[in-house]
């Protein structure tokens, strides 16, 4: 029976022979591409799939990288394991070894990746093309070998894959304890496994070595090193390949193997359904506009969004926050992010993500708070931050809107409801309503009552107030309300501070923001930021003249969480666009500073690169995240254009390090993939310039668009509404205004709301009302609606 299953085996393996022999260049070839910078050869790039991920740098070489686990999460990664630390190639060509670790390219794709290396003295080439299967724990390599001279060459090429099965960050809180990696040659591949623990990775050819060795590994800890050997004959002009399988298993021998075989055998197939699945990716939300850098950049983000699917079946599936150091699973990222997804039809992952955050926080918690941040092997490290509670809630909401679907809410309600009892109930000691602790700032003391938590506050007990409706608790809904209403007053009236023009930091008594100020003068000192000193000291001497034990709002920091009001839309208008002028002041070409008091007068005219700290740190840094907070805080309150200001400022860092990626901090530090990018773009995009506010539940679609004035012609088509599917087109210009809706469900109510305009017509038997000043349409029992105002051109 054994050696009946060993050869049926070797004829499943045998018989991939005729694809085996197949480019993956010739997918690649009808693929987009983003080529990389040549100043970024020396910087990481992904190639992901749910379960595995491999990350190494663009110049073809895998260095150490990261720090949660320092210089270990680059790398190919089969979470809650690591596999191996990466692999080294080489050719030997007759007395010469070319070492492939020195791109002369790197190109992107959406679902693979690509190195070249060029030896134009030697007349050859080398293609280095991966991609990760879906629902794989493994990653296909091919090497296509290119003689571009008049004769034949005779080489030899040797892989090197240098084993690191460890587990990952905090894996020692589950008796997760690296030991020494063993390594065996079997006659085809290495098959490597840590010496105590059902950990496997193995590597191989589909072709049979001319010979093995395992050197010693350099750089390496319990690791183990094996190489490959393969001799042959390229004829001229004319190429040769090499496919390479990386497999592995946190469970068993067998099953690293099995996943090795199906690798080999449909690896083709594989990319092929790959690359079909990333182009359904690309016609969801498909955004046309005059801005095609912009246009590529929410394109991309899309297959980022993807990149960073993260899959442990023990535990379960949600978007990881970034790659390559937060790749786990956090709170409030995904309370972002996942808004973001719905906007571009992602939803299946949104729902998959919820499900696991309400999973482990009632595991963890039990009374309704939800985790900041759990790795992978399930430990949660942080139960979580006082804003992730509030915003669940609101995430709650903002989905139903999306889905329709009762049970989905029914289902998350009682987190909800008890995440807002305990949110007052153990977090408002002075009960007025301000929730004390850790927001989205983590500057240390900085814990009081924080603007960020209030508006969220806010705004969730507003979203809980229709949940509830929904569901018919009607008392509750009041109640909710009658917060909501009561904190919206108090977030406009005791945190507004009328001399700097801006919402305050934080609450807090005068010895809390005098200790704050020391820290924060030596913070602006040692970044050289002479404004920032002068104003902080000029605040302390004013606290210092009119001491009081009372609460007052401080503006200490200019912390970008001071838009958060404006994002919510919960500022009074007045105090809103005042704020929003202020928060001009704290930009530079790439976006909003993390902290305002890290900004100087030069940053307005720097365009170059991050520079970070030796140890990982935001200080000084500029962020997607609050950039996109911004451009969403200026559609509240009726300024498009300024919000494609901001978003144009966050196209500026799309691949300006990594092609088809937006780096985390601005331009080009951080994480190379983070998910909360799409919240940045989508929510601006999909449902604010166009306009699109779902309300599902009653299968109904309102439509108000608010176009920024360089956008005279733009399109946003198959926009996924529960089952239902929106398409918009939009023209305006100076003689001609004209937007057009499809949508496949008839049986739906598509409400369209524009500025007042007598001269407007609707084509298809729409209802008109004005309503507040507003021009509305109503479209029932139809798939299209064509509001138009007559061609005024003489």
């Known amino acids: 029976m054994r050696i009946l299953l060993c050869l049926v085996l070797i004829i499943a393996f045998v018989g991939c022979s005729s694809e085996s022999q197949q480019p993956l260049s010739t997918l690649l070839q009808t693929s987009e591409s983003i080529k990389g910078n040549d100043r970024y050869k020396d910087s990481p790039y992904v190639t992901a799939g749910d379960r595995v991920y491999m990350v190494g740098h663009q110049n073809g070489q895998f260095p150490p990288l990261g720090w949660h686990i320092k210089g270990e999460m680059g790398g190919i990664w089969n979470h809650p394991i690591k596999l191996l630390d990466g692999f080294d190639a080489e050719i030997q060509l007759e007395n010469d070894t070319l070492q492939l670790n020195n791109a002369t390219d790197f190109i992107n794709y959406p679902f693979a990746n690509q190195h070249i290396f060029d030896f134009p003295s030697k007349n050859i080439s080398v293609d280095r093309i991966q991609f990760v299967p879906d629902t794989t724990q493994g990653v296909f390599v091919q090497f296509v070998i290119h003689n571009k001279g008049a004769t034949e060459k005779s080489m030899k090429f040797t892989f090197t894959g240098h084993t690191d099965l460890r587990p990952t960050w905090l894996g020692e809180r589950t008796q997760m304890h690296d030991a020494v990696d063993n390594i065996k040659f079997d006659g085809s591949k290495w098959v490597g496994k840590d010496e105590d623990n059902p950990w496997f990775t193995v590597f191989g050819s589909d072709q049979n070595p001319s ?41 068993s021998q067998e099953e690293a193997l099995a996943t090795y075989l199906d690798i080999h055998n449909g690896f083709f197939k594989m990319a092929q359904q790959k690359k079909e699945r990333y182009a359904q990716l690309a016609h969801q939300s498909k955004l046309t506009i005059p801005d095609k850098n912009m246009q590529q950049a929410f394109e991309w983000l899309k297959y980022n969004c993807d990149w960073l699917v993260r899959s442990v079946p023990e535990i379960g599936t949600g978007i990881g926050a970034g790659i390559p150091d937060y790749p786990w699973w956090f709170g409030v990222d995904s309370e972002y992010a996942l808004k973001g997804y719905m906007a571009i039809g992602q939803k ?6 919820i499900m696991l955050l309400d999973s482990v926080s009632l595991a963890v918690n039990g009374n309704g708070k939800i985790l900041h941040e759990m790795s992978t092997n399930g430990t949660v490290f942080n139960p979580g931050n006082i804003n992730e509670t509030p915003q669940f809630a609101s995430l709650i909401y903002h989905i139903y809107k999306w889905n329709g679907d009762l049970e989905f809410l029914k289902k998350y309600f009682p987190t909800v409801q008890k995440g807002l009892q305990w949110l007052m109930d153990e977090n408002d000691s002075n009960n007025n309503l301000f929730p004390d602790g850790f927001g989205m700032m983590e500057i240390h003391g900085l814990d009081s009552e924080m603007i960020d938590v209030a508006a969220y506050t806010q705004k969730a007990f507003e979203d809980a107030s229709k949940m509830a409706t929904e569901l018919e608790k009607y008392n509750l809904a009041k109640e909710y309300q009658a917060l909501a209403d009561t904190l919206r007053t108090k977030i406009n009236t005791d945190f507004w501070s009328e001399p700097f023009g801006s919402y ?55 912390n970008w969480v001071v838009n958060t009001p404006m994002e919510m839309g919960i500022a009074d208008s007045t105090k809103a666009i005042t704020a929003l002028n202020t928060a001009e002041k704290y930009t530079n070409p790439f976006g909003m500073f993390v902290t305002g008091i890290d900004r100087d007068e030069s940053a307005g005219k720097d365009i170059g690169s991050f520079k970070g700290s030796k140890v990982f740190s935001y200080t000084g840094a500029v962020m997607t995240l609050p950039t996109g907070v911004q451009a969403i805080a200026e559609n509240n309150y009726g300024r498009p254009d300024n919000a494609l200001d901001y978003l144009t400022r966050m196209t500026r860092t799309f691949s300006y390090a990594l092609p088809g ?46 176009m920024p004035s360089k956008w005279d012609k733009a399109s946003l088509e198959n926009v996924s509404v529960s089952n239902n599917h929106i398409s918009i087109w939009y023209e305006n210009n100076n003689d001609h205004f004209k937007i057009k809706i499809e949508q496949t469900q008839p049986d739906w109510t598509i409400k369209l709301i524009l500025p007042q305009d007598h001269n407007l017509t609707a084509e298809g038997g729409a209802k008109l009302n004005m309503v507040d000043g507003k021009t509305v349409f109503t479209a029932t029992n139809t798939t299209s609606l064509v509001v138009s105002k007559p061609n005024m051109k003489p």
């Open 504 to 558: 305050a930091d934080f609450l807090g008594t005068d010895q809390q923001a005098l200790h704050l100020i020391d820290d924060a003068v030596v913070r602006a000192d040692t970044l050289n930021k002479p404004w920032a000193i002068e104003e902080l000291q000029a605040t302390k001497k004013a606290i210092l003249g009119q001491q009081s034990t009372s609460l007052k709002p401080f503006v200490l920091h200019h």
């Open 348 to 353: 299946d992952i949104v729902e998959k993500t």
């Open 211 to 251: 010979s093995s060795s395992s050197p010693e590994k350099i750089n390496g800890e319990n690791g183990k090193s094996g190489s490959l050997v393969y001799a042959f004959t390229v004829p001229s002009k004319s190429e040769y390949i090499l496919n390479f399988v990386i497999s592995g298993s946190y469970k």
């Open 661 to 706: 990626s937006m780096y985390e901090v601005s331009p080009d530090y951080g994480m190379i993939v983070q998910a909360w990018n799409i919240y940045a773009f989508a929510i601006p995009i999909v449902e604010q310039f166009f306009g699109i506010n779902p309300e599902a539940n009653r299968n109904t679609v309102i439509i108000k668009p608010q």
